[in-house]
């Protein structure tokens, strides 16, 4: 056990033993109305979902779905932490999507997409016309791309409805897809792509974004190169177009490997595909995610486990019905999208909005236009997408007449103040709200309050979900009492379906990652020796709500998206002048946080701005913009200890106006007042405490 604890990946959070002191803050109650009509307002829910009932109170979710065969296990805990759910069932994830939902619902709005230029009419997706654009697209994904189930498939598409058509038509065949954020650069997807082992990337030739036409086809011959030099030969580039017929994109079409869906397309107009019937296990997706080493990691979803956690979770925490508009404003490209636009509202024969721009283009008003013409009544969005609504135009909501019952923040800590503006303001004081806490892995939500049972309380996640046994650590493997006010590593003590399976083609990096800190024997096969370790730190208040702090490990979470220091530092390293790189986060009033780079240059290269600049594109080029730094300094040395390990923590201090703490230890002390005085000038003012994310940042000495 010793060992296990010592282990590489164990990420040393001592620090999160400081004490530290919220306000508490009051309870806000749902409304009757809200409570009156919600599909989980029964208290006998925390009962069924009890640990006497578990694991077979996810029962209740998986029979949300339908089966082509019933499974025989619910948990199968023989080969830890490689849990199986629902063993011995067999399903189809677009059946459940889609086909199920025809007899009833075939004339109702699937997905309304919503185009960035306003001027553009909304589209509104039926049932009956999501199950034909499926079943065609599957088709051709089948005959003319040669997939089968088991293949993977890398998707690289913006906002647009071609985008979940795509997935669920691989879902229909049992074919893996792996989509990667529109936003990410050619060569992240490269990446995504050799490391997946794809074969064919679907792509699309341009879409809007703050009133501009983007390129994006462009990233498709570099995504291709990026692939090739890592061994992955990529045999078609399938092209959604933004208009049908009329392309969008400078890049050229190259014949015989590149070609347009649309036309394509043609050749299986009425088709219809048997849903593929998979294993409950069968893997569903893979979607990439930042880590604290430079390589993104494939979290790998399975079909049954995930499908029924999502539904779930969509029905009693989202409490989306068959009749409501829901509008989750995330990107389907994250795994909010996946779970909360995609699976879950379809799984639940919803009407889910799509939205292909920026919330505030053309002006602060365009979020709520949108809901008041759709009639939304259930809103999903992050914390930096409140703080920008409110800068833009705090007072916008009320001039609209629309009105949630429900809306949830996800992705970052919210303040009480930000909270509350969401609240009184955008949910007209009407809106039950639930701060959803989870991760890419998780599949769906962990902590959040139960809408209709639970109080709210501003700044906290809650308490676990249905049948989510959360704690709070310490680094001796002791719980840290509720109450207690002193901050810990969350983990979540139980296995649940929604959990991932593995990491694609990584199982020892899988257990390195989110096992082996906490795990009490690795030898055994019962589930209460292996809890999961989400790199988070917490507060466990007395009611037993979570208040999250951030990560306690090398990820950087930029508006609600994670970035790892490692692969932002890696691509400064691809730079023939830069000797080191440091990439430590930054407070942003809208973004929560921002990196900020440091770098030193190797011997006889002069600082200048161009250095800098070049800094700054290299890494949009290798990661995309969303990883753009606020500043790079080019500093003469970095602070390091006596055995050479870069302080990320002293520097991030210095960026954040913080205490630097003792830094006598240090091999080159003074290098950290040179530093200070570039970055802060020579009257700084420094401030004594600030967020725990930082003062954990990059490990304790
Ligand atoms: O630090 C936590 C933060 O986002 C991280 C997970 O990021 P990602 O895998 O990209 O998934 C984002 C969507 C679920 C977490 O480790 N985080 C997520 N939700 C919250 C949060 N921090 C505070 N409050 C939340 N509600």
Redesign the pocket.
């Known amino acids: 056990m010793a060992e296990i604890r010592e282990s590489k990946a164990a990420v040393q959070t001592s620090e999160a033993q400081i004490a530290v002191h919220w306000r508490e803050e009051e309870y806000f109650y749902p409304s009757s109305k809200f409570v009156g009509q919600a599909n989980l307002s029964d208290p006998g829910v925390n009962e069924r979902f009890s640990e006497n009932n578990f694991p077979e109170c996810f029962r209740e979710y998986a029979d949300m779905l339908s089966w082509d065969k019933y499974w025989h296990t619910t948990l199968d805990t023989n080969d830890p932490p490689f849990w199986k759910w629902f063993v011995g069932g067999k399903l189809n994830a677009s059946y459940n999507c889609i086909d199920r939902h025809l007899e009833k619902y075939k004339n109702k709005a699937a997905l309304i997409f919503v185009p960035e230029p306003e001027q553009e009419a909304t589209v509104a997706v039926t049932y009956q016309e999501l199950y034909v654009r499926v079943n065609e697209m599957a088709a051709l994904l089948r005959e003319f791309a040669g997939l089968k189930a088991g293949d993977r498939v890398t998707i690289h598409m913006p906002m647009i409805p071609e985008l979940p058509i795509t997935m669920l038509a691989c879902a229909r065949l049992g074919v893996i897809h792996s989509v990667v954020f529109g936003g990410f650069s050619g060569e992240a997807c490269g990446r995504r792509i050799a490391d997946s082992g794809s074969r064919i990337l679907i792509t699309a030739d341009s879409y809007y974004r703050s009133g501009k036409m983007i390129d994006h086809k462009a990233n498709a011959q570099i995504a291709l190169d990026i692939a090739k030099q890592e061994g992955q030969p990529v045999d078609k580039v399938l092209v959604w177009r933004r208009y049908r017929g009329q392309y969008g994109s400078k890049a050229p079409m190259i014949e015989g490997r590149d070609y347009f869906v649309d036309d394509e397309l043609l050749k299986f107009s009425g088709r219809i595909i048997e849903p593929v019937s998979m294993d409950a296990e069968a893997p569903l997706f893979l979607m990439y995610?930042s880590g604290s080493t430079g390589k993104p990691k494939g979290c790998q979803h399975r079909t049954g486990g995930y499908l029924a956690y999502v539904t779930g979770t969509s029905k009693y925490l989202q409490d989306i019905h068959p009749t409501d508009v829901y509008w989750c404003m995330?990107d389907i490209g994250?795994?909010?999208g996946h779970s909360y636009i995609v699976y879950g509202p379809l799984a639940l024969a919803a009407t889910t909005v799509l939205y292909e721009g920026v919330p505030t283009f053309p002006d602060a008003g365009r979020v709520w236009r949108i809901a008041e013409r759709l009639n939304v009544n259930i809103f999903h969005t992050s914390?930096t997408a409140i703080r920008q609504l409110r800068k833009a135009g705090p007072d916008e909501p009320a001039k609209y007449k629309y009105h949630f019952k429900h809306m949830t923040?996800?992705?970052?800590?919210?303040e009480p103040e930000v909270w509350r503006w969401y609240h009184d303001v955008v949910g007209k004081g009407e809106a039950v709200i639930v701060?959803?806490?989870?991760?890419?892995?998780?599949g769906g939500f962990l902590?959040?309050t139960k809408p209709a049972i639970d109080p709210m309380k501003p700044g906290s996640?809650g308490p676990g979900a249905p049948g989510i046994y959360p704690t709070v650590f310490d680094e001796n493997n002791e719980d840290v009492k509720a109450g207690s006010g002193k901050a810990g590593n969350i983990c979540i003590r139980n296995p649940w379906p929604g959990i991932m399976q593995t990491i694609w083609g990584d199982r020892d990096r899988f257990v390195d990652q989110y096992y082996r800190k906490y795990c009490k024997d690795s030898k055994s096969k019962e589930w209460h020796d292996w809890p999961y370790f989400?790199?988070?730190g917490a507060v466990l208040a007395a009611d037993g709500y979570l208040r999250?702090l951030?990560?306690v490990d090398d990820?950087i979470?930029v508006a609600?998206?994670?970035l790892g220091t490692k692969e932002i530092e890696s691509a400064c390293l691809t730079l023939p002048e830069i000797a080191e790189a440091a990439v430590v986060p930054v407070v942003d009033d809208i973004k929560g946080r921002i990196p900020e780079v440091y770098v030193s240059l190797v011997p006889g290269i002069q600082p200048s701005q161009e250095i800098a600049d070049k800094v700054t594109k290299t890494i949009e080029t290798i990661i995309g913009k969303i990883a753009r730094p606020r500043k790079v300094h080019i500093v003469p040395d970095m602070p390091k200890t006596r055995s050479g390990k870069l302080m990320r923590r002293v520097l991030a201090a210095i960026s954040n106006n913080l205490s630097t703490g003792d830094i006598t230890t240090l091999a080159n002390p003074d290098i950290v007042e040179s530093v200070r005085e570039m970055v802060q000038g020579k009257e700084s003012v420094v401030v004594k405490d600030g967020p725990d994310d930082l003062k954990q940042f990059g490990g304790v000495e």
């Open positions: 995610t995330a994250w795994i909010t914390p923040t996800v992705g970052e800590p919210i701060d959803t806490w989870w991760q890419t892995e998780t902590c959040t996640a989400a790199a988070d999250i951030g990560r990820v979470n609600g998206h994670r």
